[in-house]
T-cell receptor
Framework: ETGVTQTPRHLVMGMTNKKSLKCEQH?????MYWYKQSAKKPLELMFV???????ENNSVPSRFSPECPNSSHLFLHLHTLQPEDSALYLC?????????????FGPGTRLTVT | QKEVEQNSGPLSVPEGAIASLNCTYS??????FFWYRQYSGKSPELIMF????GDKEDGRFTAQLNKASQYVSLLIRDSQPSDSATYLC????????????FGKGTHLIIQP
């Protein structure tokens, strides 16, 4: 266990549904991240939060909406997704931003869009 | 465009031998380098990180960094079947808000 938890672990949703992914870190870290991992592709950074403020949005479609109510919790709200959005969604945290800090990953949510 | 390149493998190594995993990166300003291990169906697990040129050893693992050649490697000594996994190289350019740029990973198989 890395101290980063994610729920749900598996999610199947239709294209018209709305769902949310939750991430919680118990490490006292200040930065949190959402990544997407698709088959045959490298991990793709989606969003970066530092002390509850979004500092990076890597051209992610608006059907993905992040929320960070405090430094321990991170959500990813999903609506009107496409089948190509099916992937493993990973949350990570680090003590701070920048190159000196390692990131620790949660177990991920396996998302299937039907 | 920041890129991190790895040979996807599979790389097959006999048990007890040294496994050598390689990674190159395009951004000369990169400052820190990470190796993650990912078992099938699981999330990436941090193995080592390195910031300075040279070698860094932790148990059976050694990370090697050559910034002039933009090259980082991971050596696994006395390879065990439990080391069979995909190894991800990740690079942080230290530009403040960036997360990590990952390679596609090398699939390592340790043959008993």
């Amino acid at each position: 266990e890395t101290g980063v938890t994610q729920t749900p672990r598996h999610l199947v949703m239709g294209m018209t549904n709305k769902k949310s992914l939750k991430c919680e870190q118990h490490l006292g870290h200040n930065a949190m991240y959402w990544y997407k991992q698709s088959a045959k592709k490298p991990l793709e950074l989606m969003f970066v939060y530092s002390l509850e403020e979004r500092v990076e949005n890597n051209s992610v479609p608006s059907r993905f909406s992040p929320e960070c109510p405090n430094s321990s919790h991170l959500f990813l709200h999903l609506h009107t997704l496409q089948p190509e959005d099916s992937a493993l969604y990973l949350c990570a945290s680090s003590p701070g931003l920048g190159g000196d800090y390692e990131q620790y990953f949660g177990p991920g949510t396996r998302l299937t869009v039907t | 465009q920041k890129e991190v390149e790895q040979n996807s493998g599979p790389l097959s190594v006999p048990e007890g031998a040294i496994a050598s995993l390689n990674c190159t990166y395009s951004d000369r300003g990169s400052q820190s380098f990470f190796w993650y291990r990912q078992y099938s169906g699981k999330s990436p697990e941090l193995i080592m990180f390195i910031y300075s040129n040279g070698d860094k050893e932790d148990g059976r693992f050694t990370a090697q960094l050559n910034k002039a050649s933009q090259y980082v490697s991971l050596l696994i000594r006395d390879s065990q079947p439990s080391d069979s996994a995909t190894y991800l190289c990740a690079v942080n350019t230290g530009g403040g808000a960036d997360g990590l740029t990952f390679g596609k990973g090398t699939h390592l198989i340790i043959q008993p």
